[in-house]
């Protein structure tokens, strides 16, 4: 069976997640958009960005697990996209633990955080929660090995 080309997984992506908004109440296919052109814009493979385009879609429940298993996506998109997948619980050091043990999919995770951390998108955002929010993205950015001033 042949692979689902970007273009494919990019509206599945985008159906999959349109009735969902960001925190700041854009549609959230921008945030996935930003994502999949951070992975491209780092260098990465067309795997990883298939993976930035469906890194939430399992965690937001905007697809399911079973989707995903049974997709016709190249394993290492479908490891990538459970790597991100933060579980209910997980401390971060898990979280960014399995990350890093999975290849390709730390880019991935760089991109995502360097568009959460945008200032444009946490200006909108209230104090506390951008404090909040700043706090948990730096320190997973440290988890991962990530320099701070790579937040472009």
Do not use: F
Request: hydrophobic share 45%; proline share 5%; no cysteine.
């Amino acid at each position: 069976m042949p692979y689902l080309t970007l273009t494919e997984i990019e509206a599945v992506a985008r159906e999959a997640h349109a009735a969902q908004t960001d925190k700041a109440g854009r549609p959230y296919a921008e945030h996935l958009a930003a994502v999949a052109e951070g992975v491209r814009v780092r260098g990465g493979s067309e795997e990883q960005i298939a993976a930035g385009w469906l890194h939430d879609a399992v965690e937001d429940d905007a697809l399911s697990r079973e989707w995903l298993d049974a997709a016709a996506l190249p394993q290492t998109v479908k490891d990538m996209v459970l790597a991100l997948t933060k579980r209910k619980g997980e401390d971060p050091e898990e979280y960014t633990r399995r990350i890093l043990a999975t290849p390709g999919a730390r880019l991935v995770k760089e991109a995502d955080l360097a568009h959460n951390a945008d200032p444009a998108r946490l200006a909108v955002l209230d104090e506390a929660t951008r404090t909040r929010l700043t706090a948990k993205y730096a320190k997973v950015r440290g988890l991962l090995g990530l320099p701070d001033g790579d937040l472009a």
